[in-house]
C-alpha cells in the first residue's frame, strides 16, 4: 500500500453522491498513481484513542448476534443513534500485556501491544512505539501538531512498590520511543495550545528558529563531554528541540505546508481551567479533540479517561457509590457488578459525545466522524481478573469512507488487537507491513 | 499449602515485618546450603546449561562468593521470587515462607558483599528539572512572585518514589514548545516588575553605556546564575550573539536582551542539572558548585543562593563544619518549605489527596471548604518543616505533643483551643487530644480511605508502607483483590475481614495489614474522632501476628514507636533517594545502614539525618569510570 492510503470506498461515494460530485477530494476515487498527486485535496483521515481505566463488566458488554443486525448490549446503549458508525470487536486480546501485573502493563502496552520493562525508573521502556505515533510518523507534518496527548489526571504520585513498577507506565498509552509522551489536563491551555499553532506568525517562527539553534548548539557541546548513559538525555533533549524547531520551519512557510485551516479557531470559545466536576473536565477536553480534528490543527489524537488504577469517586452517577478501580472489584456481587456497569455506561456516554460532536461538524458532503477513526478501548476485560483476553473494543467512524463500519465482528478468541492497528494504520493511509505481535489485517474492517 | 505451614509462614511474616532483631535470628538458620538446595529443588529443571530461559544458568553459582559476585543476576533472582513471579504458574514452588527466607538470605549476601569495600559513590545521571524545581528556581532566579512552571506537563516518579529521580525526568516534543513559552511568559513578567527587573536586569544602556556593553553585562551577571557555575567567556559572547542578531532587526534593548535570555532559559545548561564527568577510574569529590547545586536542590527544590556560591568560588563548602552550618541556614530558610512539600507529600502520597483520592462531596462537604481543606493539606508538610527547623526529634512523626492548625483544623479535629488563627502555626496539643504525630492528621487519614467511607485494609497498607517501608507483596494471581464492600449478608466491616482472613493465602498478609487498620477506626474519613459508626460502637482492638495487641491510635502508636527502628531505616532509604534525586543501589543501603547508626546514636535528631545525608559518599562523590570503586579510607568524610 501506498503512503497515500486507500481509495475511498464507493459506498461513501453513493452515500454523499446528492450535493457533492463536483468536490476535488472525489479525485480519491481515482487510480492510484493520480491519488499520490492528489493528497492535499482530499479531507484527511483523523485518529482518536479514548482509553478506559479498569475494564468492563463482561456479561454487560459483548452484543449478542453478529453482523450487521445486532441489538446494542446495556453498557453500548448510548451509542444508540451512531449505531451504523460503529464497529464492535470481539475476541481481540494483547498478547505483550499478558504478563507482568494487573494494570501497568497493561495500560502501558496498550497500543504499543508490548511488554513494558518491569522496573521502577532506571530503565523504563515500552519496548516499541504505539499506534498513533507510528500514525504520526506518517502524517503529522502535514498539520501543525503532529499529534495530542490528553489526559484527565496528572500523572499518579510515586512508584508502586507492591508490584515494582514505577507510576509512569500507568498514565501513558502514547510512546514513540523508550519513554512516552507527556500530556495534557487543562483543556484552557490545550486550547491555547491549539489556536497559537493554528496561527503561524512567521516571523516569531524565525527568531523562534535562531534561538533553537542557539540552545541545540549548546546542547551538543555538553554532549561531547558526557558519558554514554547521559548522552541518551541529551540526545532525547536535540531530538525534541529539533522536532519543535521543524515545526516552526514548517510554520514559517506556510504556503508549502499542505495544510489548511477549513475553520479557524474562535478565540471567544476559549474554555475555562479545569472544572470541579468530572463530567465537564472529560467533556471538554473531548471537545479539544474535535476542535483540533475540524480545525486540521492535528489529525491524532490519544485521551485518557483516568490513569490505570484510577480510583476516581463515581458517585456523581445516580447508583453508584465509591471508586472506580474499588468497584471494579467487585467479586461477582451483584450490587457492585451493576454500579461497575454504570461506570462503564458513563465512559460510553461521553465515548457517544465526542462521536456526537464530530459528526455535527460538516465536511465536504458528510462530516469530521465520516472521516475518523476513534477507537474507545481498554486494556482489560474484567477488572476482577485483570486479563487482557477478549479486550472491550470500538471503533467508531468512516475513516475516510475506509471502514466497513455498522458491525458487530466476533473473531476467534485470541485474535491479536495488533491486527487491529495494521489494519487502522492501512486505512489512515500510514500503511506497516507488521506491528508488535500482529499475523495480518483484522478480516471485515475494511470496506 | 496446608494449614499448619501456612500458620508457620504467617509467624516468619510478622517477624520480616515487626522484628529485625528477632528475623536475623530467624534467618541466620538459612544459609547458602538452604539456598543451594532450593534452587536445585525448583529452579535448575529449567534454568541450566546454555539454552537456560532468560540465558539464566543457575547451575554455575557453586559457592555463596560467585552469587555476591553477580549482584545484578542475583537481584533479579531474588525479586522475582519474592514477587512470586518464579517458578512459574504450574510449576512446584516453594512455600511463602521459604520464599521469604531465600529472598532475605540473597539480599543479606549481596548486601555484606557491597559494604565490606568501603562505600562507592553509585550513579550520578544527569537529572532535569522537574516542574516545581523549574518554577522555584525560575521564582529565586528572576525573583517573581509568579508560578513559571503552570503550564508544564507533571513529572513522574521512579526510584523511592520521587518525581526528582533523574530515570524517570523524560522529555517530550510537549516540554520543549512548554519551556519556550514559560520562559517567554516570565522573562515578560519579570521585566515589568521593579523589583524583579533590579534582580535580573543588572545593566541598561544609558548616555554612557552602549546597548552592548549593557547587554554584556546583564548576561555576564546571569549565565552564571542560570548555569549554577561561572560562565565562560565564549558563552556570554555567543548569547550576546542573540541580543545583537535581535539588535539588527531593530529591536528594542529590552526585547532583545529577554530574547538572548529567553534562549538562557532553554538551554540544557539551564534545565538540566550538569556535573563534570568523571573520567577517573576512582570517585572523585564534587567541586564546590556541583555541591551548591545537589544541597540547594536537596534542602530548597531550587537554585543556590549567594552565600551557598561565594563558599564554594572559596571552595569551602566541602568542609564539613561549614556544610553543617550552611545546612542549619538552609533548614531554618522559608526556602525549605520547597523541600518539606516535596518530600513529604510525595512519601505519605498525599499528593493525591483532591486528585485521584477524594473524599465524596455529597457526604463530606466539609472538605471542599478552602480553608479547611488547605490547612488539612499543609498539616503534615508545616509539622515536618518545624522539625527540621526545629532540630527536633523525627520520632515526632510518629507521636507528638504538638502539631500545626488553622482556627478551622482546630474546630474540624473537636479541639478546644485559644489562640489559633487562620493561619497555621504551631499549637500544642491538650491531653486526650487523639492527635499529635502523622496518624492524628486528617491528610494522612484521609488518602487511605476511600471516597465514601474508611478502610482497615488501606489505612494498614499505607502504615506499612509509607511509615514501616515493609509494603506488602502483590496478592498472588488469581486472587481477587479484598472486597470489602457490603455483600447480602448483614455482617460488620471486622467478621466480612475475618473470613476474608480464614484463606491462608490472603491471610499471610492480611494478618499483618489488617489489624492495624483497625486501631484508626476512630477517625473518619476526614480524620475526625468518632466513636460508632452506622450505629455501631467503634472496635479499634487490634492483635499483630506476633501476639502484641493493641487498643486505638494511641496504643498503636507506642507499638510503632517500639518499632521505630524499621521507621527509621525507611525514613533514611526514602529521604536518601530524594536527596540524591535517583533510586538507590545496592551500595547505597550502606550508606543508609551508616546514618541509621548515626541516628540511633544521636537521639534522633532532624539535623543529625540531613546532616548525614550531605555528608555521605554518594552525595558528595560522583563514581569514576570504574563504577562501583570505593571512596578511600582517608578521604572518607568519617
Given amino acids: 500500500m501506498t503512503k497515500s492510503g486507500l481509495p475511498i470506498s464507493r459506498r461513501t461515494v453513493l452515500r454523499g453522491a446528492g450535493a457533492a460530485l463536483g468536490l476535488p477530494w472525489l479525485e480519491a476515487m481515482a487510480p492510484r498513481p493520480a491519488l499520490a498527486a492528489s493528497t492535499e485535496a482530499r479531507l484527511p483521515v483523523r485518529m482518536a484513542v479514548l482509553y478506559m481505566p479498569n475494564g468492563v463488566h463482561p456479561e454487560m458488554w459483548t452484543p449478542q448476534g453478529e453482523g450487521r443486525d445486532f441489538p446494542l448490549s446495556p453498557t453500548l446503549e448510548p451509542l444508540g443513534d451512531l449505531k451504523n458508525e460503529l464497529l464492535v470487536l470481539t475476541n481481540l486480546w494483547n498478547q505483550g500485556s499478558k504478563g507482568g501485573e494487573g494494570h501497568y502493563v497493561k495500560i502501558a502496552g496498550f497500543l504499543t501491544c508490548t511488554t513494558v520493562t518491569k522496573t521502577m525508573g532506571v530503565d523504563i521502556h515500552c519496548n516499541g512505539i504505539s499506534m498513533d505515533q507510528v500514525a504520526a510518523q506518517g502524517v503529522g507534518k502535514q498539520t501543525p501538531l503532529p499529534s495530542l496527548e490528553l489526559a484527565i489526571a496528572p500523572v499518579s504520585t510515586g512508584v508502586d512498590k507492591n508490584v515494582g513498577y514505577t507510576r509512569v507506565y500507568g498514565g501513558h498509552i502514547a510512546w514513540n520511543g ?5 500530556r495534557e489536563i487543562n483543556p484552557r491551555l490545550v486550547f491555547e495550545r491549539l489556536f497559537r499553532s493554528s496561527r503561524p506568525q512567521a516571523d516569531s517562527a524565525k527568531q523562534d528558529k535562531l534561538l533553537l539553534d542557539r540552545v541545540l548548539e549548546d546542547a551538543r557541546q555538553l554532549r561531547k ?15 525534541v528541540v529539533r522536532s519543535l524547531e521543524q515545526r516552526m520551519e514548517r510554520a514559517g512557510r506556510p504556503e508549502q ?63 453508584v457509590k465509591g471508586g472506580h478501580h474499588n468497584i471494579s472489584h467487585h467479586e461477582r456481587k451483584e450490587d457492585m457488578m ?7 455506561r458513563w465512559h460510553i456516554e461521553q465515548y457517544a459525545y465526542l462521536l456526537g460532536k464530530l459528526r455535527q461538524s460538516q465536511e465536504g458532503d458528510g462530516s469530521v466522524l465520516d472521516n475518523s477513526m476513534v477507537l474507545f478501548g481498554a486494556g482489560i476485560r474484567d477488572g476482577n481478573r485483570h486479563d487482557p483476553h477478549n479486550l472491550p473494543i470500538l471503533l467508531a467512524g ?19 488487537l495488533a491486527n487491529l492497528y495494521v489494519s487502522m494504520l492501512e486505512a489512515f493511509g500510514t500503511p506497516v507491513d507488521r506491528f508488535a505481535d500482529s499475523t495480518g489485517r483484522l478480516p471485515g474492517v475494511l470496506g | 499449602m496446608n494449614r499448619r505451614d501456612s500458620s508457620r509462614s504467617l509467624v516468619v511474616l510478622a517477624l520480616l515485618a515487626f522484628e529485625p532483631r528477632a528475623l536475623a535470628a530467624a534467618e541466620d538458620s538459612f544459609t547458602f546450603y538452604h539456598a543451594r538446595a532450593l534452587v536445585k529443588t525448583y529452579c535448575l529443571e529449567c534454568h541450566q546449561g546454555k539454552s537456560a530461559p532468560a540465558k539464566l544458568d543457575l547451575a554455575r553459582f557453586s559457592t555463596e562468593a ?15 521470587v519474592r514477587d512470586g513471579e518464579m517458578p512459574p504458574q504450574g510449576k512446584p514452588a516453594p512455600a511463602a515462607k521459604e520464599r521469604q527466607s531465600f529472598a532475605s538470605w540473597i539480599d543479606r549476601t549481596l548486601r555484606s558483599a557491597a559494604c565490606a569495600d568501603g562505600i562507592s559513590p553509585g550513579p550520578a545521571p544527569l537529572r532535569r528539572l522537574n516542574r516545581s524545581q523549574y518554577a522555584a528556581t525560575i521564582r529565586d532566579l528572576l525573583n517573581i512572585h509568579f508560578n513559571a512552571g503552570h503550564a508544564l506537563p507533571a513529572d513522574g516518579a521512579g526510584g523511592e518514589g520521587f518525581d526528582n529521580a533523574a530515570e524517570t525526568l523524560f522529555l517530550s ?52 546564575r542560570a548555569f549554577r557555575r561561572p560562565a565562560k567567556p565564549e558563552e556570554v559572547e555567543r548569547y550576546l ?24 532559559l532553554v538551554s540544557p545548561n539551564f534545565l538540566f542539572r550538569v556535573e563534570e564527568p568523571n573520567l577517573e577510574a576512582g570517585p572523585r569529590r564534587l567541586g564546590g558548585y556541583e555541591l551548591a547545586t545537589r544541597l540547594s536542590y536537596f534542602l530548597w527544590g531550587s537554585m543556590p543562593d549567594q552565600p551557598l556560591v561565594d563558599l564554594a568560588a572559596q571552595d569551602k563548602l566541602g568542609q564539613p563544619e561549614i556544610l553543617s552550618e550552611q545546612i542549619v541556614r538552609m533548614l531554618k530558610d522559608p526556602r525549605a518549605l520547597e523541600f518539606a512539600e516535596q518530600f513529604v507529600e510525595q512519601w505519605l502520597n498525599t499528593r493525591e489527596l483532591g486528585r485521584d483520592i477524594k473524599p465524596d462531596p455529597k457526604l463530606f462537604p466539609e472538605y471542599y471548604d478552602a480553608e479547611v481543606q488547605s490547612a488539612i493539606r499543609y498539616e503534615p508538610i508545616l509539622f515536618f518543616q518545624e522539625i527540621l527547623a526545629q532540630n527536633h526529634s523525627l520520632l515526632n512523626l510518629l507521636d507528638s505533643k504538638f502539631t500545626i492548625l488553622t482556627n478551622k483544623l482546630g474546630r474540624h479535629y473537636g479541639l478546644q483551643l485559644i489562640g489559633l488563627r487562620q493561619q497555621p502555626a504551631r499549637a500544642d496539643l491538650p491531653e486526650g487530644s487523639h492527635r499529635g504525630g502523622l496518624l492524628g492528621m486528617t491528610a494522612v487519614l484521609a488518602v487511605s480511605s476511600y471516597p465514601h467511607r474508611t478502610s482497615p485494609v488501606l489505612r494498614g497498607k499505607w502504615v506499612l508502607e509509607a511509615i514501616l517501608g515493609t509494603p506488602p507483596p502483590p496478592p498472588p494471581p488469581n486472587v481477587p483483590e479484598l472486597n470489602e464492600e457490603h455483600a447480602a449478608a448483614p455482617k460488620t466491616l471486622r467478621d466480612r475481614l475475618l473470613e476474608h482472613r480464614r484463606n491462608p493465602v490472603c491471610a499471610s498478609c492480611h494478618n499483618r495489614i489488617d489489624p492495624i487498620g483497625f486501631g484508626l477506626q476512630n477517625f473518619d474519613v476526614l480524620g475526625r474522632w468518632r466513636t460508632e459508626d452506622a450505629r455501631q460502637p467503634i472496635d479499634s482492638k487490634g492483635e499483630l501476628p506476633d501476639g502484641t495487641m493493641f487498643e486505638g491510635p494511641e496504643q498503636l502508636k507506642a507499638v510503632l514507636l517500639a518499632r521505630k527502628g524499621l521507621f527509621i531505616r525507611n525514613l533514611t532509604t526514602k529521604m536518601l533517594g530524594y536527596a540524591l534525586g535517583r533510586g538507590l543501589t545496592m551500595e547505597d543501603h550502606c550508606t543508609v545502614d551508616r546514618i541509621v547508626d548515626q541516628l540511633d546514636m544521636g537521639d534522633y535528631r532532624a539535623h543529625t539525618l540531613i546532616r548525614e545525608m550531605v555528608l555521605s559518599v554518594p552525595f558528595r562523590y560522583l563514581a569514576g569510570t570504574s563504577a562501583g570503586l570505593p571512596v578511600e579510607k582517608r578521604e572518607a568524610p568519617r
Wanted: no cysteine.
Fill in chain 1, 178 to 182: 523508550p519513554t512516552p509522551l507527556a
Fill in chain 1, 398 to 416: 468512516r475513516g475516510g469512507g475506509r471502514l466497513a463500519a455498522g458491525q458487530h465482528l466476533a473473531y476467534s478468541p485470541d485474535t491479536p
Fill in chain 2, 241 to 264: 550573539g542573540l541580543f545583537r542578531s535581535a539588535q539588527a532587526r531593530a529591536e528594542t534593548f529590552d526585547g532583545s536582551i529577554l530574547f538572548a535570555l529567553q534562549a538562557v
Fill in chain 1, 338 to 344: 451493576r454500579q461497575y456497569q454504570l461506570i462503564n
Fill in chain 1, 225 to 239: 563531554r558526557l558519558g554514554a548513559s547521559d548522552r541518551r538525555r541529551v540526545d532525547e533533549y536535540l531530538s
Fill in chain 2, 66 to 80: 560467585t552469587i555476591a559476585g553477580q549482584p545484578k543476576i542475583w537481584n533479579r533472582v531474588m525479586a522475582r
Fill in chain 2, 173 to 224: 516534543p510537549l516540554h520543549a514548545e512548554k519551556y519556550l513559552d514559560a520562559a517567554r511568559q516570565a522573562l515578560d513578567y519579570g521585566a515589568k516588575d521593579p523589583r524583579s527587573r533590579a534582580r535580573f536586569l543588572v545593566g541598561e544602556p544609558d548616555a554612557t553605556t552602549e546597548p552592548d556593553q549593557a547587554a554584556r553585562k546583564v548576561l555576564e551577571a546571569f549565565l552564571p
Fill in chain 1, 257 to 319: 505546508a499542505s495544510w489548511k485551516p477549513r475553520q479557524p479557531i474562535d478565540p471567544e470559545t476559549q474554555p475555562p481551567g479545569i472544572p470541579t466536576g468530572h463530567t465537564e473536565h472529560v467533556r471538554l477536553m473531548l471537545d479539544m479533540i474535535a476542535l483540533a480534528f475540524r480545525t486540521d490543527t492535528t489529525r491524532i489524537a490519544t485521551f485518557m479517561f483516568g490513569n490505570e488504577v484510577s480510583n476516581q469517586n463515581f458517585s456523581f452517577l445516580e447508583g
